[in-house]
């Protein structure tokens, strides 16, 4: 058996940081949701007004999401339905939008099952780096020096408008992952993609192109891990302040 993995291992280091970030932030997502949904129950002791409240958080993100679904469809030549941006509860979820798509098979129903995780990702790479300078924050970590790291971060937010594009980087990065349905096509499509890669393993097949896409992937990924770490910073200080506000509605209403 040929030591690929061994070759692979700088290369794939930039591929697998972005992954376990990826997977980190969704964790956190579902987080950042039940925060909000506890804020506006334990504010209005009404579950419409924790639909409502959770809706408007995301607004923006969930007309992107949307949209993006819908855009991908119609690239890939795909006849597309009703377009709902509206939160509607069912079996003890809610939902925040749909677009209903004609079917095309695993590979397309799978492009635009992801399609809002594509638009996003571009998205929230572009506010994290270009309004809030990101980079900053990930070099000093990089260095080791994390307490830089963090000022970097506050100093960011602290740029122009800084407010308005934090709000809007929150509501894109947690309304960008896929649901339950955008996740159904994948599972065969992930099938597929781990045999081949599988398959090209052990026939000990010419590392060098591999290489080659994942290095010149690299700088991208790199990027793209930047600004999913500084939004896992932003969530994560909107889930204290989330938490703190609802335990002073509790002790004041008893």
Same mark, same amino acid.
């Given at each position: 058996?040929?030591?690929?993995? $061994? ?10 940081? $972005? ?5 980190? #932030? ?15 129950? *334990? ?10 409240? #959770? ?9 992107? *999401?949307?949209?993006? *679904? ?33 079917? /095309? /098979? ?10 809002? +995780?594509?638009? /996003?990702?571009? +998205? ?8 809030? $300078? ?28 800084? #407010? ?38 052990? +026939? ?9 896409? +994942? ?10 891990? /930047?600004? #999913? ?26």
């Amino acid at each position: 058996m040929p030591a690929l993995p $061994f070759e692979f291992s700088p290369s794939l280091a930039p591929l697998g940081v $972005f992954v376990l970030s990826l997977l980190i #932030l969704y964790w956190i997502s579902q987080q950042v949701a039940y925060q909000i949904q506890a804020f506006f129950y *334990h504010l209005t002791h009404s579950e419409d007004m924790v639909t409502v409240g #959770l809706f408007l958080a995301y607004l923006p993100g969930v007309f992107i *999401h949307e949209s993006a *679904h819908w855009l991908m469809a119609r690239l890939l030549r795909l006849k597309t339905g009703k377009f709902r941006v509206w939160p509607q509860r069912r079996r003890g979820s809610i939902g925040m939008g749909s677009v209903n798509v004609q079917t /095309g /098979g695993v590979w397309r129903d799978s492009l635009v099952g992801m399609a809002p +995780l594509i638009v /996003g990702s571009i +998205l929230v790479t572009l506010i994290a780096q270009r309004s809030f $300078f990101a980079y900053r924050m990930t070099d000093a970590w990089a260095q080791g020096a994390w307490a830089a790291g963090l000022q970097a971060f506050w100093r960011g937010l602290g740029e122009e408008d800084g #407010l308005l594009w934090a709000y809007l980087l929150f509501a894109i990065a947690n309304a960008m992952m896929p649901s339950a349905s955008d996740r159904q096509p994948l599972k065969s499509l992930i099938l597929y993609v781990v045999g081949a890669v599988a398959l090209y393993l052990i +026939l000990g097949l010419p590392s060098g192109p591999l290489t080659s896409v +994942l290095d010149w992937s690299a700088p991208f990924l790199l990027q793209l891990t /930047g600004a #999913l770490l500084f939004t896992l910073l932003l969530d994560i200080i909107v889930i204290v302040v989330l938490w703190l506000v609802t335990r002073v509605i509790l002790i004041f209403r008893g």
